[in-house]
């Protein structure tokens, strides 16, 4: 008979396993309608200097939204919160939430402000192969974007609340409404604009859409117990500790965004197309990223940070092992499916308008070597988060470090080569960064459960060989029948698509891979 905690114990990991199908779908649609934006934009603009131009003004305020903004400021704020709500410190935490919620709008204000006077200077140190009209197109577009930095940072504070109290709907469904405010404004701004000029019709959707990003979960927090209150208590401890901890995710997640410009400032040695081929091939390759990765190292950090804060470490190794375990069986087939079908994959989404055949070739390549830092990447986001639960930054942080260290040198050695070169450089360093990560985390936990991982690894690998076979046989046979009109395209690459997905699916029952069961129990003709 199940007594009250193990009832208690049930309840939460089916919050969890709801949380985590709700977000995944959420982001389904945000990254379907991302593509879509990815859609339009190139047949706009293709792979083109104004895009490329366009690619690392946007990179460049990533870059520093990633030091000061959300991706920083959540590892580190959501750990300190959640000690306060778990001792039910609530004043406490609410004026830790509304300081930093000032602060963070202080400070990214004057940080932006000093950009805007500072790009022209700045600007072409991440573009030293562009020069001329290209250069000067980078530097205003950067200067348009720039301003994103603010919500953002706000966004961060806000979305951290609401995790917080697991509530990840908000944040989940964001994303869909920013893609969505951007395709609505290029669309209807573009025509309005000249030439080259028509990319600054994108950059205004970036903004409007930021805006509406984060007007949605600051709706949410309604439905909170947090109230807003004009606090601007900077010397409070729980203050400080915030930012000591934001101090090492900001320097270990800024270096680990360094390698997207580091493939842009590489790119910019290849050609003018080289930086939006791989921003192209990145988006493609983001798409499983984002539906399931990231979505379960969102949903599993306010559960392995209250496990950190309890000392159950049994608790935490399992969650994390799990999730592990997760990201692979999802991820693992993705990546087989792109390597043999990254060439179809490009020509059905991008090729039309000013996208041309040899661009989809150029972003095919870039798209193929992406795929081998799926799996890894994967298991780098959720592997990061734990260190972060357990207050040990500065490990992830070392870990960062040498990543970009190892992208930057086998980019200088291999950019060369092309694209694949650049792009492959960005898969070495992962994996070396995630068996890093692995063995320190063996270490601090006392395993990994990395018997049973390596066991369900070698059977996910055996059945993602099926499904690439299948699905590159179904689609070679499609493909000659139906020829390349949009029509056969979309069936013979979906075709191949499903012939392997089910294929998969039957392998991974016959191999009993765990991981397919627990998936299904989230399926609505399971529950």
Do not use: C
Not at 456 to 467: E, N
């Amino acid at each position: 008979m199940e007594t009250a905690e193990t009832q208690e114990e049930s309840r939460k990991a089916g919050r969890i396993a709801r949380s985590t199908a709700f977000f995944s779908i959420a982001t389904a649609a945000s990254r379907v309608a991302g593509l879509v934006r990815e859609i339009v934009a190139a047949s706009y603009f293709g792979v083109s200097g104004p895009m490329s131009a366009f690619t690392i003004a946007f990179q460049v305020p990533n870059l520093v939204r990633s030091l000061f903004a959300d991706a920083a400021l959540q590892p580190a704020f959501v750990p300190v919160f959640t000690e306060q709500l778990e001792q039910k410190n609530y004043r406490e935490a609410f004026r830790l939430a509304s300081t930093l919620l000032l602060l963070v709008t202080l400070v990214l204000g004057a940080i932006t402000a000093l950009f805007v006077l500072i790009a022209p200077l700045l600007m072409p140190l991440f573009a030293p192969g562009f020069e001329g009209e290209i250069l000067n197109l980078t530097v205003t577009l950067s200067q348009v974007l720039f301003p994103i930095l603010i919500l953002l940072g706000v966004s961060g504070v806000v979305v951290g609340i609401l995790n917080s109290y697991d509530r990840f709907g908000a944040f989940a469904i964001a994303p869909l409404f920013w893609n969505l405010t951007i395709i609505l404004l290029l669309v209807v701004l573009a025509p309005m604009f000249e030439g080259q000029d028509r990319i600054y019709a994108y950059a205004i959707g970036i903004l409007a859409g930021t805006l509406v990003q984060l007007l949605i979960p600051v709706f949410d927090l309604r439905n909170t117990p947090f109230k807003f209150g004009w606090s601007f208590e900077w010397r409070n401890p729980d203050v400080r500790r915030v930012l000591l901890l934001m101090l090492p995710v900001t320097i270990s997640l800024g270096l680990i965004n360094f390698n997207l410009v580091i493939n842009s400032l590489f790119g910019t040695l290849v050609s003018h197309q080289a930086p939006a081929a791989i921003d192209k091939a990145f988006r493609i390759y983001q798409l499983p990223q984002g539906i399931f990765s990231v979505a379960i190292a969102t949903v599993l950090f306010p559960t392995l940070a209250r496990f950190a804060a309890r000392g159950e470490h049994g608790n935490l190794r399992a969650t994390m092992a799990n999730g592990m375990r997760q990201i692979l069986f999802v991820l693992v087939p993705a990546a087989a499916a792109i390597l043999v079908l990254s060439e179809p994959m490009i020509r059905l989404v991008y090729q039309r308008g000013e996208f041309t055949p040899e661009q989809t070739t150029l972003v095919a390549t870039a798209l193929f070597w992406f795929a081998f830092s799926l799996p890894t990447n994967g298991l780098f986001l959720l592997l990061t988060r734990t260190f972060f639960s357990l207050q040990r930054p500065w490990l992830p942080t070392a870990i960062a470090a040498g990543n970009l260290a190892i992208t930057a040198l086998a980019a200088l050695g291999l950019y060369h080569l092309g694209v694949g070169g650049i792009v492959a450089s960005t898969a070495i360093a992962t994996t070396a960064s995630v068996i890093a990560q692995a063995v320190i985390l063996r270490r601090l936990l006392g395993g990994i459960e990395l018997r049973r991982l390596l066991d369900t690894g070698v059977r996910i690998a055996a059945a993602s060989a099926a499904l690439a076979a299948v699905s590159f046989g179904v689609w070679d046979v499609l493909d000659e029948i139906l020829g390349r009109g949009l029509g056969g395209q979309v069936v013979s690459l979906g075709t191949a698509l499903a012939a392997g997905g089910l294929v998969y699916v039957v392998a991974a029952k016959l191999m009993r891979i765990a991981e397919l069961e627990q998936i299904m129990r989230l399926l609505p003709s399971r529950r």
